[in-house]
């Protein structure tokens, strides 16, 4: 007879735990809690009884969101399933005992409101959409339509450029790069100086590998990126490199240090968590708004581009878009004063010596 799980502490994290098929569960942190921690193994347990097998015409929402877990995960890379899997958690906890035929769109409302600390509403959009995906693949094969289809949430503000004067005073915040071995806050320097000079986006410079880069033709090659999935026959994305930028990966590459060209002063590579604290650490030790964001040097990338004259064909290749409409973002350049100043200046003095002076006599 198999034995029945029990609860069990981990010093390392300091939660309570359980494996539940194979699987390591949390149920409460603090050795003291013990007494919640088989209350939450008694729902789990209770859950499990409720749940309805894939058959069913009677779905759970922990029933769905499991066997979609166990169908599409294997297509997802490893990044996606860790940011899917903490939403998709989150909502089985709070609503997976219910029937999805009961749920209502204002469930995913109260969930949302559960979560004060998604203050950004491009984090909402995306709890949102990871658990829109989860019914909509399982119409109709497990439930009849989607619950929370009709549940609209609206798009965060779109973030600026970080402006040249932020740029530099971030890089005066970081230690030097021309160290034999940098600093901590100069491997950040590295990567920040690569994003302001390539356009690049900052998931493409964290997982760039040595193996993607060929610096005699000065050119980096990307196989997979964000726009991969969306092309009816992908093509890898090109990112031309200037000379300032070769030098930098050619001081890096001397180093020797591994398979990713970017790397924490851990020897561990880059992601979203440890590159938006270290932007936070630098603006706030430079003295700058919450929002100057890391992806700000690849809006200043575009913008720089339409300022100097490149085309929006040219530009949406250089920044890896599948076509011109999302490059036609950086083309409104109506709150460039500096820009649109120096451009009435030039075009007024292409006329100066054919057009009279106010009040002059003709």
């Keep these: 007879m198999a034995r029945s799980a029990k609860p069990w502490f981990c010093k390392q994290t300091g939660w309570w735990k359980v494996y539940v098929s ?13 007494k919640v921690a088989k209350e939450a193994l008694l729902d789990i347990q209770r859950l499990a009884l409720r749940n309805p097998s894939p058959d069913s ?13 166990e169908v599409r995960f294997v297509n997802f890379s490893e990044n996606a399933k860790k940011l899917r899997t903490g939403y998709l958690q989150s909502f089985a906890e709070r609503h997976g005992w219910r029937r999805v035929e009961d749920c209502r769109p204002d469930h995913l409302e109260e969930w949302l409101n559960k979560h ?5 509403d491009w984090t909402k959009r995306d709890a949102v959409a990871a658990i829109k995906a989860v019914f909509n693949w399982a119409k109709p094969k497990l439930v009849k339509e989607n619950p929370f289809e009709s549940f609209k949430q609206g798009r965060g503000l ?26 901590p806050g100069g491997r950040f320097r590295q990567v920040l100086f690569f994003l302001w000079r390539t356009g690049c986006r900052p998931k493409e410079a964290a997982d760039l590998k040595w193996s993607d880069v060929n610096l005699e033709q000065g050119t980096i090659v990307l196989k997979k990126h964000k726009t991969v999935r969306s092309q009816k026959q992908p093509e890898p994305r090109i990112i031309r490199l200037d000379s300032v930028v070769i030098r930098l990966l050619e001081s890096i590459m001397r180093r020797n240090e591994g398979v990713r060209v970017f790397l ?17 650490r630098a603006r706030t030790a430079a003295g700058l708004s919450d929002d100057v964001k890391l992806y700000g040097t690849r ?27 999302m490059t036609e973002h950086y ?18 003095q292409s006329l100066a010596a054919s057009t009279p002076r106010p009040g002059a006599r003709r």
């Design 299 to 325: 809006h200043a990338f575009g913008t720089r581009g339409i300022v100097a004259g490149c085309d929006i064909k040219t530009l949406s290749v250089l920044m890896g878009h599948t076509d011109t409409k």
């Design 264 to 280: 924490t002063h851990r020897m561990t590579p880059w992601n979203r968590y440890n590159l938006g604290l270290r932007i936070r």
């Design 57 to 69: 015409a009677d779905q759970t929402v922990l029933s769905v969101i499991e066997r979609y877990m």
């Design 22 to 34: 194979g699987k390591k569960v949390p149920l409460a942190k603090g050795r003291s809690n013990l």
């Design 331 to 348: 083309a409104h350049i109506a709150d460039k004063r500096d820009f649109l100043s120096a451009a009435v200046q030039q075009i007024n």
């Design 116 to 120: 004060p600390e998604w203050a950004s």
């Design 158 to 183: 779109h973030r600026r450029d970080m402006t040249p004067e932020e740029f530099r005073a971030i890089l005066r915040t970081t230690g030097s790069r021309y160290k034999a071995k940098p600093t």
